[in-house]
């Protein structure tokens, strides 16, 4: 049998077109896929049963992450349904925590394709190779070298749990449609010296390339992305030196980076939430961070812009900030060159003196916020803690580095060290902890709050690119939808089971700024009101409890060619 021509609307669709047992008969009769599964048409409770039932059945995170990915790429209507019903549940086994252990042995776990990958020796002929994707469609992608995966460093290809990963919570949380997304690999090589002697390594054999083969390769790359879908949104994930690209694009092409601005953006809301209950003003705050990565730079350079808005000056704003990296407190006399990203928050009022220890910092700056970003498990310890809870009536503690293992302290720790008077989040999940009785919620300063937001607005509306005033907005619309239980209970964010209307919010404002500096190209929706254009958004977005689990084919010819296709994709 020919494959389908590639402009067929049934070869597009034909990714997202599978036998499900929810199908009536008369449904399998005109898809001719009567037969491919057993007789009974089974409701959604008792599919979602049978699978959380299997779910169970696995005893280890890594077991469970296959199963959902299995689960994903044969019934995916299934699988987002699942995950929208037990959303807190699944989502720390799609992503964060075990989507690290997942890129760890990406090449020893590989069973099936999950995305395009494109490797340095494909140079001059990417646009060839991106065409070969199977979707003609698509809107959305993420992108990663993996030579930064999360706090594990360089993986190489390994490295492609991120974008497979991130792409499912575009579609989980913000209804992206998962047909229109592309989890997009580069191979550079890899200084990982255990992987390029490991047999099972997938990826080139080589040492990575020098930054100006990178940056030529991504500009061969932004080029045939955008010509072969254009307007493309694109995110940046995980690149070790993530700035010169988003300089490099981020005014000429729809893209930005969720290391940088997504991670800022988000933490920027749960710094506004926790200012809302701090005695201390904006102007009197001291910020010491541990760790001085593109993350941390990023965070902080969000808070500045938060500040200035509040009234400090930019250098009023920046000299609220110390940064502390594995030599000790940064400053302009230090005696090393600082990598560039570093410069801007380096200090030069130490008066000659150079501080070492996190200890000896936090003595020297006496910190009203104390920032995690250094992967160094339990840096934030019972002495530290401590005195922030002396020198602070409300310390706001974010230990942010992930997974969990690397985490700076536990909520737990950072509770009874403060005498539960800490305002507190975190880069990966923890538990409740109970204080003199009462149950305290650990909030999870998890990108998902915002990126999936910035994402859709941005497609939605069409913008030609995303500007940093458009990422601002979406950390001041995601401080806005906590809820006032919420905060009483000590939470920063709102609940993670709010998701979907939380990234319609985002998803608004961000249209909203796009609309105020004439960056969308979307006109219909320039005068809706915000209740307006909340509904629009949301008809918008891909709800798998009311899709039927395949396209709407308009002749029954039409239905026999994406039958046809299926088939063939089945056997590819």
């Not at 920027?268 to 200012?275: D, E, M, N, P």
């Not at 500040?307 to 009023?316: A, V």
């Not at 401590?386 to 602070?392: H, I, L, N, R, S």
Request: with cysteine; proline share 5%.
């Amino acid at each position: 049998m020919p494959r389908p021509s590639k402009s067929s609307t049934a070869y597009r669709q034909s990714r997202a077109f599978h036998p499900d047992t929810s199908h009536s008969i008369e449904t399998r009769k005109s898809l001719r896929t009567l037969g491919l599964t057993p007789p009974n048409v089974e409701s959604y409770e008792l599919q979602a049963q049978r699978c959380m039932k299997q779910l169970e059945s696995k005893t280890s995170p890594i077991e469970k992450y296959i199963y959902l990915s299995n689960l994903r790429n044969s019934n995916v209507h299934l699988f987002y349904r699942l995950v929208l019903d037990n959303f807190s549940t699944l989502t720390p086994l799609i992503y964060t925590p075990v989507v690290g252990e997942a890129c760890l042995k990406w090449s020893e776990i590989y069973q099936q394709p999950e995305g395009l990958y494109l490797s340095y020796k494909d140079r001059g002929s990417l646009k060839e190779i991106v065409q070969n994707w199977p979707q003609q469609n698509v809107e959305m992608t993420v992108v990663t070298d993996g030579s930064r995966i999360l706090g594990l460093g360089d993986l190489g290809i390994n490295g492609m749990g991120i974008p497979v990963g991130k792409l499912a919570l575009y579609t989980g949380c913000a209804g992206i449609r998962p047909e229109v997304t592309l989890p997009l690999t580069i191979d550079l090589g890899t200084n990982n010296e255990a992987l390029l002697k490991d047999p099972l390594y997938m990826g080139s054999r080589r040492t990575r390339v020098s930054e100006r083969e990178e940056a030529m390769f991504l500009d061969e790359l932004m080029v045939a992305l955008n010509e072969v879908w254009p307007g493309i949104v694109v995110q940046f994930e995980d690149f070790k030196n993530p700035f010169p690209a988003l300089e490099r694009y981020q005014n000429k092409y729809c893209c930005f980076n969720d290391d940088i601005q997504g991670t800022g953006a988000v933490i920027l809301a749960g710094i506004i939430a926790a200012l809302r209950n701090s005695e201390t003003p904006v102007k009197d705050q001291r910020a010491v961070f541990m760790g001085a990565g593109s993350a941390g730079v990023g965070v902080a350079k969000q808070i500045v812009e938060y500040f200035m808005k509040e009234g400090l000056t930019e250098d009023e704003a920046r000299r609220c900030f110390w940064f502390v990296d594995t030599k000790g407190l940064i400053t302009n006399d230090r005696g090393d060159k600082l990598a560039q990203h570093k410069v801007y928050f380096s200090r030069d009022d130490n008066k000659g003196q150079q501080f070492k220890t996190l200890s000896e910092i936090v003595d020297h700056v006496k910190p009203t916020i104390l920032m995690g970003l250094s992967t160094m498990r339990g840096i934030f310890n019972e002495s530290i803690l401590k005195k922030m809870a002396a020198m602070d009536k409300r310390p706001i503690i974010f230990p942010l580095s992930n997974p969990s293992s690397n985490s700076e302290c536990t909520f737990e720790e950072a509770m009874k060290f403060t005498d539960g008077r800490a305002m507190f989040a975190s880069g990966s999940p923890f538990p409740d902890y109970i204080h003199n009785g009462k149950v305290m919620h650990a909030s999870q300063g998890n990108n998902m709050y915002v990126f999936p937001g910035i994402g859709l607005g941005s497609i939605l509306c069409k913008t030609a690119h995303i500007s940093q005033e458009m990422i601002y907005t979406s950390a001041v619309a995601l401080s806005n939808t906590l809820r006032e239980d919420e905060f009483a209970s000590g939470m920063l964010y709102p609940s993670l089971d709010r998701i979907r209307s939380v990234s319609i919010v985002v998803a608004r404002e961000v249209i909203r700024e796009a609309q105020r500096q004439r960056l969308d190209r979307e006109p219909s929706i320039r005068n809706l009101s915000d209740a307006e254009l909340d509904e629009w958004i949301s008809t918008k977005m891909y709800d798998p409890r009311k899709d039927n689990g395949f396209p709407e084919l308009e002749t029954r010819e039409e239905t026999r060619e994406a039958t046809a296709a299926y088939r063939m994709a089945a056997r590819l």
